[in-house]
């Protein structure tokens, strides 16, 4: 595993079986032209991969990830996915990524490159308290293999 960062991602490749894919954990701060987070996003997209999940607090709004607002950070994000065939993977009818005292909004946004979407599923924001504004996002990898059958007894191991 290797980690890499900039100031508003951080990067770290993993292998799933024989592949290569990255995670982005993404930052991008509203008072920031959202072109910096961007270029940063495709710089680390040089990277060799196989495949890309990208996952963050984009401060951006779009009807396309949830809600009915659009800004033009929403514009150029999705400008930026559709023109790399990466697909978003955030689902229009889920709750707000976002909930505080200046409202709620859908900001946080999950995308991974189109092939590597089938692989992928389980997306979710998960409503439980957490100690941020925002609510976490949850999805799972499928691996082609059923999880492992427990052999404890009794829920003892």
């Given amino acids: 595993m290797k980690v890499f960062s900039a100031s508003n991602v951080v990067v770290m490749t993993f292998n799933w079986g024989r592949k290569n894919i ?4 993404i930052y991008s701060p ?11 996003i495709e710089d680390c997209l040089n990277i060799q991969h196989d495949g ?9 709004k779009s ?3 949830g809600g009915t607002q659009e ?7 999705a400008d930026f996915a559709f023109s790399r065939g ?9 709750p707000p990524t976002f909930k505080g005292s ?14 590597f979407i089938e692989n992928i599923f389980k997306w979710k924001v998960d409503m439980e308290v957490t100690s941020s504004d925002h609510n976490s ?7 082609g293999k059923l999880p492992a059958k427990s052999t404890e007894k009794n829920g003892l191991g």
């Avoid at 409202?103 to 092939?115: E, K, M, N, V």
């Fill in 22 to 25: 990255l995670l982005l954990s």
């Fill in 52 to 60: 890309v999940i990208l996952a963050g607090d984009f401060n951006a």
């Fill in 102 to 115: 200046r409202g709620r909004s859908w900001i946080d946004i999950t995308l991974c490159d189109a092939p």
């Fill in 63 to 65: 009807p396309i990830w």
């Fill in 71 to 77: 800004d033009e950070r929403g514009k150029d994000l």
């Fill in 86 to 94: 990466l697909a978003i993977l955030n689902e229009e009818t889920s």
């Fill in 30 to 40: 509203p008072s920031e032209d959202i072109s910096i987070t961007l270029q940063q």
């Fill in 137 to 143: 996002i949850s999805f799972s990898l499928y691996t």
